[in-house]
């Protein structure tokens, strides 16, 4: 996982902190040990995601070798199909 990953799995991280925190807060729920189990509870989404290998934004990645490959052929020449003449119109 390279830094940038890290950053947006941390900043996800932080906005289910904060949502399920101001959700509790605002019921009225005060006991610091229920605030605690919400942040417990919202690592759950994240973790989900980090592990997931097919998860494009956090989960685990191709290999170096698969995204080089997988260049060279997006920047391969295309060949170009060669126009089609129409014919004239008959008088």
Not at 71 to 77: E, H, N
Not at 86 to 91: F, L, V
Request: proline share 7%; charged share 25%; no cysteine.
């Amino acid at each position: 996982m390279n830094t940038e990953q890290l950053k947006a799995l941390l900043a996800s991280y932080g906005r289910s902190v904060l949502a399920s925190g101001l959700a509790l807060y605002m019921a009225g729920v005060t006991d610091p040990k229920d605030l605690w189990t919400a942040l417990v509870a919202a690592i759950a989404p994240v973790a989900i995601r980090a592990i997931n290998p097919n998860d494009k934004a956090f989960g685990v990645l191709p290999d170096a070798k698969e995204v080089e490959k997988a260049l060279k052929a997006a920047k391969a020449p295309v060949k170009k199909k060669a126009a089609v003449k129409k014919a004239a119109p008959k008088k």
